[in-house]
């Protein structure tokens, strides 16, 4: 089983301390040594549970992004180079805003494009889940807002780019 674990995951699973637990701890040293590109933009899905509504939403790395009562923060966003298997990754921060309530982490951890299930987000509401990585420049779309992406009141959840001039949140958490 160990032997065709992606990279990402192995090193995700060493980092967690669950490398020895899965038999992996052996592979790990230069089987994991090759390198992973890091971008700026995560791409994930989305599920409103209630409203059986699916959508997918770019992420920036390091802003902040709200849909519906969550707020998202892709912290990295990783792949493998194209020479190796196909793999993509982001460690992730979601909180849960109520009205009258203190906001509530919900998930931090590191989501796996090719395995969903194996850190996943546990919602009674939302799921989410990583799709792919990517850079977005200026050249091959737009540029990253240097501002948090807020909710379009005509599209109750779905992200859009916040007005210029405003600062990046740093998000709930600090």
């Known amino acids: 089983m160990a032997a065709r674990l992606p990279v990402l995951m192995r090193r995700a699973l060493l980092a967690a301390g669950l490398g020895a637990t899965l038999g992996t701890a052996t592979l790990i040293g230069p089987a994991a040594a090759g390198e992973t590109l ?10 409103d549970k209630g409203a059986a509504r699916v959508q997918t939403v770019e992420v920036p790395v390091n802003q ?8 998202i923060i892709v912290r ?8 190796e298997p196909p793999e993509s990754a982001a460690y992730v921060d979601v909180w849960e805003t109520k009205a009258g309530q203190p906001t509530e982490e919900v998930f931090r951890g590191w989501l796996f494009a090719s395995s969903p299930a194996l850190s996943a987000l546990e919602h ?22 240097s501002a948090p992406a807020q909710p ?8 859009t780019p916040a007005p210029a001039g405003k600062p990046a949140s740093p998000g709930p958490n600090g």
């Open 38 to 47: 890091s971008r700026n933009t995560a791409v994930l899905r989305w599920l």
């Open 64 to 71: 902040t992004v709200t849909i519906q009562t969550l707020q």
């Open 76 to 83: 990295a966003c990783q792949q493998t180079p194209p020479e």
């Open 124 to 145: 009674p509401v939302y799921d989410l889940w990583m799709l792919d990585c990517k850079d977005v420049t200026a050249k091959g779309g737009p540029a990253p807002s």
């Open 152 to 159: 379009d009141p005509a599209h109750p959840g779905t992200p």
